[in-house]
C-alpha cells in the first residue's frame, strides 16, 4: 500500500526557519569559535607541521606538552578590561575563557627538536618524527 504524505513547502521553510530559535542561546555562535580550536596537521620532511588558530589569544597563555604521538595544546583568553564604574556594558559577543584540543599523530614525535611559532593569532608547531629503532637481529645458539 502507497503513503501520500501532503507537500507544504512553507510550512517546511518556516520550520527551518525557526528550528532551535528558542533552544539555542542568541551567543552560541560566538561561545562555539571559542570552544573549537581551529587546528590543521600537514606532513613535511619527516616532521608534522600543525597550525592552529588561536585569535585572542597572547603568547605567554599557550601551552603545548607532547607525549609519545600525542599532542595537546591550551590556551586561555583573558578579559582585558572590565566595564568601569561610570560606564555599563550594553552588549557583548566576546568570549573568555580556557580552550584545549588534544590529537594522536600517526607516529611518535621528538620532544627535544619541536618548535613553536606564535604570529597573529596563529600557532605554528613544526613536530619531527622520532627515528624508528633500528631492527636488530639476534643469532640463536
Same mark, same amino acid.
Given at each position: 500500500?502507497?503513503?501520500?504524505?501532503?507537500?507544504? +513547502?512553507?510550512?517546511?521553510?518556516v520550520?527551518?526557519?525557526?528550528?532551535?530559535? #528558542?533552544?539555542? +542561546?542568541?551567543?552560541?555562535?560566538?561561545?562555539?569559535?571559542?570552544a573549537?580550536?581551529?587546528?590543521?596537521?600537514?606532513?613535511k620532511?619527516?616532521?608534522?607541521?600543525?597550525?592552529?588558530?588561536?585569535?585572542?589569544?597572547? /603568547?605567554?597563555?599557550?601551552?603545548?606538552?607532547?607525549?609519545?604521538a600525542?599532542?595537546?595544546?591550551t590556551?586561555e583568553? &583573558?578579559?582585558?578590561?572590565?566595564?568601569?564604574?561610570?560606564?555599563?556594558?550594553?552588549?557583548?559577543?566576546?568570549?573568555?575563557?580556557k #580552550?584545549?584540543?588534544?590529537?594522536?599523530? +600517526?607516529?611518535?614525535?621528538? %620532544?627535544? &627538536?619541536?618548535?613553536a /611559532?606564535?604570529?597573529?593569532?596563529v600557532? %605554528?608547531?613544526?613536530?619531527? /618524527?622520532?627515528?624508528?629503532?633500528?631492527r &636488530?637481529?639476534i643469532?640463536?645458539?
Amino acid at each position: 500500500m502507497a503513503n501520500i504524505t501532503r507537500f507544504d +513547502p512553507f510550512n517546511d521553510l518556516v520550520d527551518d526557519l525557526f528550528k532551535g530559535f #528558542l533552544v539555542r +542561546p542568541m551567543y552560541s555562535e560566538a561561545r562555539d569559535s571559542l570552544a573549537r580550536m581551529r587546528v590543521e596537521v600537514a606532513e613535511k620532511n619527516g616532521a608534522y607541521l600543525v597550525t592552529a588558530e588561536l585569535p585572542g589569544v597572547r /603568547k605567554e597563555d599557550i601551552n603545548v606538552a607532547i607525549d609519545g604521538a600525542q599532542v595537546t595544546l591550551t590556551a586561555e583568553v &583573558k578579559r582585558e578590561k572590565e566595564v568601569s564604574e561610570q560606564g555599563r556594558l550594553l552588549h557583548s559577543e566576546r568570549v573568555f575563557g580556557k #580552550l584545549s584540543r588534544s590529537f594522536a599523530l +600517526p607516529q611518535e614525535l621528538d %620532544e627535544a &627538536k619541536a618548535e613553536a /611559532k606564535f604570529r597573529d593569532g596563529v600557532l %605554528e608547531l613544526t613536530l619531527p /618524527k622520532k627515528a624508528a629503532a633500528a631492527r &636488530k637481529a639476534i643469532t640463536i645458539q
